[in-house]
């Protein structure tokens, strides 16, 4: 039920008005994340190629030692059926 610039549901008072609220609170948000971007230090090229590959290493490294563990519990219950 609509009455004046008000809708009134179920109890539930909301102006007409709260669309805009919830656009201006949007507007504010992204501008604090634009503010925080700024403040932001991204790593030079160097570094960031060098992280990178301690990544990559480490990921490799990982899955190698996934993989032997893998292959003795495979070999060890290939040993409990025989």
Known sequence: MVIG????EEGFYQPMNS???IFRKIGAFLGEVGAEFRKTSWPERRELVESSLVVVTFIVLLSAVVLVCDKA????LTL???
């Open 19 to 21: 669309v805009r609220e």
């Open 73 to 76: 519990i495979q070999f060890v």
């Open 80 to 82: 409990i059926r025989a």
């Open 5 to 8: 610039s008000t809708i009134v």
